[in-house]
């Protein structure tokens, strides 16, 4: 087994270049000798953090630990270089199948989340791994390495901990670029608009506000999903501009309306990768400015995985823009992986429980104890509750007599325009009160 050990950061260049005539010299061999070999790519997962946390000379300790965990689940004809800061590449040579490369994926990820002991302290590090098989998927350097490259990319566009290339994977890939180049002219062009979806009070029956949701009808392609645009704004850069034109737009519209009353408010969703930007906070002291909108009006939804991505940027965040009277929610609580410890120390007011425990409660006694569990807790600290999912009556009631504060849904109202939901407000907000009082 070849193991190229740790480099500083300028002689990386060196290392891919290494890697290319690596790769050449094993693909030459595996064409003579018709087998297979793979390219593995490992991005270690938030070590920036560990360097700004526990300083330079810590995180060269955990990469060395890194590199030697990978070269220990290799045999002895494969090889890893350290490439990049926080970027690995495996070759595994003379592969007798495609699912030799999963085996080997599973078994370096594993070594690698194992507790690295530095200096002291105990680092947990999570890698990322995508692969790719020559002849299988690639017929040369180049393109085995793009393959490689775009296993990676797939993998953190869908949350896993690793991926094998497949034909498809390009295709998305390709089409996630067109859609990203499609943002910023949609932006030039004023193509995203806000839909509102209406909150219900349930104990009252009255309306407590509505959630602003960004919605985009792409010239060619129709309606576009919103997990798939703000994915791309992400990628793009694009999110913080297309943030700030949310709530700049929901301030605006929302306090245009004669209807909605003081005591309602105006939800607005967080980018996971915004939470953690320095810019988040003066973005929205200057739209509230700007919109004269009262803060205690305003709810920033966070999703409870976006906050334990880095909990200690997150809480620094929430503190200010609490501090400066802003509402936050905790988005699709129950689906992340909060501890109770990190909770109390947030400084939200509201708890969302995620549509997947609602829809169903009323069949699925599971999901009954779950809902009334979250409402519980939330209510021991001091914290109103959203259930969102509400599609039928039966479920409604459920939510009432459990307690719950607040609820969205289709029940209640769908999604709707500015103009639709003018004239919602005019016409249909008497169905609420009927909702709880039949």
């Known amino acids: 087994m070849t193991v190229v050990t740790m480099a500083p950061v300028p002689i990386m260049q060196f290392q891919r270049r290494r890697l290319r005539e690596e790769l050449d010299k094993r ?18 997962q938030e070590f920036r953090q560990v360097n700004i946390s526990f300083g330079h000379q810590v995180g060269d300790q955990v990469l060395e630990q890194v590199s030697a965990r990978i070269a220990a689940a290799l045999r002895i004809d494969d090889m890893v270089l350290h490439i990049g800061n926080d970027e690995f590449a495996v070759i595994l040579s003379d592969l007798k199948g495609v699912q030799v490369a999963q085996l080997a994926a599973e078994k370096i990820l594993a070594g690698i989340a194992e507790n690295h002991a530095v200096a002291g302290q105990m680092l947990a590090v999570c890698g990322r791994l995508g692969a790719a098989v020559f002849p299988d998927h690639a017929s040369s350097r180049d393109e085995l390495m793009r393959a490689a490259d775009s296993a990676v990319q797939f993998a953190a566009d869908h949350h896993r901990d690793y991926a094998i290339y497949d034909a498809s994977t390009r295709l998305q890939e390709r089409d996630s670029a067109d859609l990203r180049g499609s943002l910023r002219e949609a932006m030039d062009n004023d193509d ?14 009255v309306l407590s ?25 992400e990628r793009s850069g694009l999110i913080d501009e297309l943030t700030y034109w949310s709530i700049n737009v929901a301030l605006r519209k929302w306090f245009e309306f004669e209807r909605p009353g003081p005591d309602t408010s105006i939800s607005i969703n967080l980018s996971a990768r915004l939470l953690h930007s320095p810019e988040l906070v003066g973005m929205v002291e200057r739209a509230t400015n700007i919109w004269g909108a009262r803060r205690d009006s305003v709810v920033l939804e966070v999703t409870e995985s976006a906050m334990m991505s880095d909990p200690k940027v997150a809480l620094h965040t929430l503190s200010a823009l609490h501090e400066m009277g802003i509402r936050l929610s905790i988005d699709d609580f129950g689906t992340g992986y909060s501890s109770l410890a990190y909770l109390k120390k947030l400084p939200v007011s509201e708890l969302k429980i995620d549509k997947s425990f609602v ?21 021991t600290l001091d914290m109103s509750v959203v259930a969102e999912g509400i599609e039928n009556r039966q479920v409604l009631d459920m939510l009432v007599g459990m307690g719950c504060d607040y609820g969205q849904g ?5 999604p709707m325009s500015d103009a639709a939901l003018s004239e919602w407000l005019e016409t249909d907000e008497l169905a609420l009160l009927e909702h709880r009082a039949r």
Request: charged share 20%.
């Open 209 to 233: 506000g509505c959630e602003a949701l960004s919605r985009w009808k792409h010239a060619r392609r129709g309606w576009i999903n919103p997990e798939v645009f703000i994915a791309a704004a």
């Open 410 to 414: 289709y029940f209640i109202a769908r």
């Open 359 to 379: 829809i169903q409660m009323a069949e699925n006694r599971q999901d009954r104890k779950i809902v009334q569990s979250v409402i519980d807790l939330a209510h």
């Open 192 to 205: 995203f608009m806000l839909y509102y979806q209406p909150q219900m009070n349930l104990q009252q029956g």
């Open 27 to 44: 693909i030459a061999g595996a064409r003579e000798q018709d087998t297979r070999l793979a390219l593995l790519v490992i991005n270690l």
